[in-house]
């Protein structure tokens, strides 16, 4: 991202929450986005590399596209673009500079590096004097520095379409301010240059899209394209002849069935729960669909089968006009409308989804009130927010506290700077990386290490370096999650008191300016009570997360529902709320109910059929696991149960906890990794796993949504229950090969006598499958232990 925009700021405050919007902008003409982060004097986005350039580049080649192509790149930047606006996310600078190619001439909306989420309650970016686009496709409203909404994007896609049909831009040749007031003040030039036939219609439909005020252009990019093919319609078919069914290779059974289930709007996961195979699966018939229908897009698709006759749509089916497209599959806007999952199975809200949080307005009120203390004899700068799993502490703090001090609802918490972090097993690399994100200023390498590991005043030190000048208000909140792992993965007693000691003093001392929020599970409480000065620190400033009453429940079942047009069916909610009351860490089996539930619904119902058909709220989580499982080949049920054991850190006296593994080290433990990546993939995408990137070296981790799936899914407990020895050497081995390896494989940091017999032995027995780099370190003690032993024997001799 432009530095201009990166270091506003604005921006800093808010990059990783847009980017986690960007990110789930899942479609199959959104170019998608791998990765993000932030670092001082830039801002980065990891985006797939398409090789056929931009739209720019195409019309400075060859120049003008014809009718029909440009019906159908028209199509797919609509779709792509209507798929943003329906999760509330503005383009803002849409061009043909940003609108990418592949080799086949598809088109791929990209960089949404500056987009805007509308839902924010309060944003200075969104009314600001600076201008944010291209000034050759800034809408009115944006010359005026005016609000934003879809219909800015409408615009700049009217403008875009102009250029596509004539090769020129309609202002060309004129100075920065010559542009601005051509944008302002008058229509687009007609094109003159356009078939005698189409002529009128097409201007019409660019002038429309283009008109002054928004509240007069498209109601949205579908109807912008659907005008656009109806106006050049006439001259597309008599310069098309539409092909026989007879040179179409046929389509099989299933095919036709797949094709059918595109029409009425289903998606590729809807479409494999209803033919009970995986989604992998659904994607290669598609994929043949493709191919034998001479298409490239889902839309291109059903398109096709209307011309060619392929299947007999009943009366009430949607025609052109209505037909759209979302996440990659064919939605229609009426009555079939397909609407974004509000729920999120296992994965806890984050900032970007506090539209969908309901039920916990009273707690994050009570938070703001502890936050917003004063006085000289506590300590305000420290929350600890502590709750037993399952209990949504994650959840109220992102998707509920952190919006609320973005509101302002502490005097001046607009102006903070908030960062969030997993201690993890090496803490003090992670707040670095942490506290680099919201820098504001280039910092030294290794500065902020520095400063972090010499005494207990480092992070005192360390935010004054990266935040503004304290005149303007702002100050750093540092946001702990999982701070349970400060015990259970972090090995060095020295380190652990050292990390306890940093956030101790940043958070007591009187002129600091840093708060701190930790989140910690209930068994691990007596944990910081070690600590004399933190656990007097986490008694007093401790607010506990209980379970929702049922009026909260009910809240938290039908808020989301009812934001995106769908609702229960009668008696359905109070049924729900039955069973999951006072249900122990009941908030991720009731999201993950809600959301298989919501994907099995009967148009705009959810119903009480499906709900018993996925196993009610406390069995739905369970039951999808052993779907799925049962889905996969022998040879994808051993890479399940290997991974799952990577997945779990063994607790002593408290419960197993998730554990975040490098997907390479995954894929190390089966012979053919594909099958591996297939597994991963496929729990990924029933929300029982989840991916990220190490926000250290940003290799990819795989990690257990949440905890409640090694307490419900009977099967990983019988694994776990096992193999819990076996795993707790596993991880001594993996441990110390780690060691070997930071060494520079130093020989003394080997195995030798009874220990190395011991691996040795255990290595030789266990099933569970050992990476690379702990068989190396096997290896490599083995033999020096055989040198060792040689070189004695010589000496005795």
Known sequence: ????????????????????????????????????????????????????????????????????????????????????????????????????????????????????????????????????????????????????????????LGVVLYEMLTGQHPFPNLSLVERLYKHLSEPLPAIDSLPPDARDAINTVIQKATAKNPAHRYSDALALAAAFREASASVIQASTKTPDAAVIERLSAREHEILRAMIEGRSNKQIAAQLFVTIATVKWYITQIYRKLGVRSRMQAIIRARELDLLSLSNNAATLRDVGELDGATRLPTENFQPDNPYKGLHPFQTADFNDFFGREKLVEKLIRRMGESGPEIVTRFLAIIGPSGSGKSSV???????????????????????????????????????????????????????????????????????????????????????????????????????????????????????????????????????????????????????????????????????????????????????????????????????ELFERRKGRLLTHEVYQSIGGAVGALAQRADDLYQEFSPEGQAAIHQMFLRLVTIGEGTEDTRRRVRRSELLALVADPDVMDDVIDTFVEYRLLSLDNDPITRAPIVEVAHEAILREWERLGVWLNESRGEIQLERQLDHAAVDWLTGEKDVSFLLRGTRLEQFGTWAMSTELALTQHERDFLQASSANDQREKAAEQSRQV
């Open 1 to 156: 991202i432009l530095p201009g925009f990166a270091n506003h700021p604005d921006i800093i405050r808010r990059f990783e929450a847009e980017a986690q919007i960007v990110a789930r902008l899942e479609h199959l003409h959104i170019v998608p986005l791998y990765d993000y982060w932030r670092e001082p004097d830039g801002a980065y986005l990891v985006m797939r590399w398409l090789r056929g350039g931009s739209l720019k580049d195409a019309l400075q080649r060859s120049g003008a596209y014809d009718l029909e192509s440009t019906a159908a790149l028209l199509d797919q930047i609509a779709t792509a673009l209507a798929a943003a606006h329906r999760s509330s996310v503005i383009h803002r600078d849409l061009k043909p500079g940003n609108i990418l190619l592949d080799e086949d001439g598809n088109a791929y909306l990209a960089d949404f590096g500056i987009a805007k989420d509308l839902a924010a309650a309060k944003d200075s970016t969104t009314q600001s004097d600076a201008i944010i686009g291209s000034p050759d496709y800034l809408s009115p409203e944006q010359a005026r520095s005016e609000n934003v909404t879809p219909q800015t994007d409408i615009y700049s």
């Open 397 to 595: 703090v992102r998707a509920g506290l952190i919006p609320a001090l973005w509101r302002g609802d502490i005097s001046g918490s607009e102006k903070w700077f908030i960062v969030d972090m997993l201690p993890g097993a090496r803490p003090l690399d992670e707040l670095e990386v942490a506290l680099t994100r919201v820098a504001t200023t280039p910092i030294a390498a290794g500065s902020l290490r520095e400063h972090l590991s010499r005494d207990k005043y480092g992070l005192l030190r360390a935010a004054n370096l990266i935040l503004p000048n304290a005149s303007d208000g702002s100050e750093l909140v540092l946001v702990l999650d999982q701070f349970e792992e400060v015990f259970t993965l972090l090995d060095d007693e020295a380190a652990r008191a050292h990390f306890l000691s940093l956030i101790y003093t940043a958070a007591a001392e009187p002129r600091s300016r840093v708060r701190v929020v930790i989140t910690m599970r209930a068994d691990f409480y007596d944990r910081p009570l070690n600590y004399p000065d933190f656990g007097e620190l986490v008694r007093s400033r401790m607010e506990t997360v209980l379970p929702l009453g049922a009026n909260a429940l009910e809240r938290a079942i039908k808020g989301p529902a009812e934001r995106v047009g769908v609702t229960f069916e009668d008696g359905l909610v109070a049924r729900i709320v039955d069973e999951m009351h006072y249900q122990p860490g009941a908030l991720p089996l009731l999201q993950y109910a809600l959301t």
